[in-house]
T-cell receptor
Framework: AQSVTQLGSHVSVSEGALVLLRCNYS??????LFWYVQYPNQGLQLLLK??????LVKGINGFEAEFKKSETSFHLTKPSAHMSDAAEYFC????????????FGIGTKLQVIP | DADVTQTPRNRITKTGKRIMLECSQT?????MYWYRQDPGLGLRLIYY???????NKGEISDGYSVSRQAQAKFSLSLESAIPNQTALYFC???????????????FGEGSRLTVL
């Protein structure tokens, strides 16, 4: 069975500081990995995804994530936080073959302090 | 206009009432989903449909039913609402022939339901 663990349900960073949101997954087959972002009163939108190939994935708004198979991790980073990055971030996993069931983490709320 | 539209966006109802949440999409995707979001629990799958004749239960389907009226429309019903069904509900779509072959989902803006 697949699962996703997001460490830290709330993360606070200062404006201009590094953003690091942690995600570890469990999957018995090669995973597809996603980060979604949810701004207040909005639905989720895709930030970035890893399917195959390059393990460092770049997404929208300056975010990137690195797939590390040995650590079963897919942490999300951004070098310099902006106020507009304040949102909730969800890590998700699916896998190839058959129905691509998507399992979500519990989410991490990012607060950016001026 | 949004590609995945949910109505209503907000609804307050009383225990025991029947509620329907509607979802329509213009993305042309065959696969549609209903998720529920609760604080601290992330998103959990209620029902999913791969086409008009294919409907499947997700992990938390008890107390819910769905109807796939057309490729573009997928409705979620609460036959007799109870307070612990208070949550934010999301409709989503995917296309297995495109980016959705990986499970990538496209979400509506959500329907916030409060059951008193």
């Amino acid at each position: 069975a697949q699962s996703v663990t997001q460490l830290g349900s709330h993360v606070s960073v200062s404006e201009g500081a590094l953003v690091l949101l942690r995600c570890n997954y469990s999957s018995s087959v090669p995973p597809y990995l996603f980060w979604y972002v949810q701004y207040p009163n909005q639905g989720l939108q895709l930030l970035l995804k890893y399917t195959t190939g390059a393990t460092l994935v770049k997404g929208i708004n300056g975010f990137e994530a690195e797939f590390k198979k040995s650590e079963t991790s897919f942490h999300l980073t951004k070098p310099s936080a902006h106020m507009s990055d304040a949102a909730e971030y969800f890590c998700a996993v699916s896998y190839s073959g058959g129905y691509q069931k998507v399992t979500f983490g519990i989410g991490t709320k990012l607060q950016v302090i001026p | 206009d949004a590609d995945v539209t949910q109505t209503p966006r907000n609804r307050i109802t009383k225990t025991g009432k029947r509620i329907m949440l509607e979802c329509s999409q213009t993305k042309g995707h065959d696969r549609m989903y209903w998720y529920r979001q609760d604080p601290g629990l992330g998103l959990r799958l209620i029902y999913y449909s791969f086409d008009v004749k294919d409907i499947n239960k997700g992990e938390i389907s008890d107390g819910y039913s769905v109807s796939r009226q057309a490729q573009a429309k997928f409705s979620l019903s609460l036959e007799s609402a109870i307070p612990n069904q208070t949550a934010l509900y999301f409709c989503a779509t995917s296309d297995p022939l495109a980016g959705g072959s990986t499970g990538e989902l496209f979400f509506g803006e959500g329907s916030r339901l409060t059951v008193l």
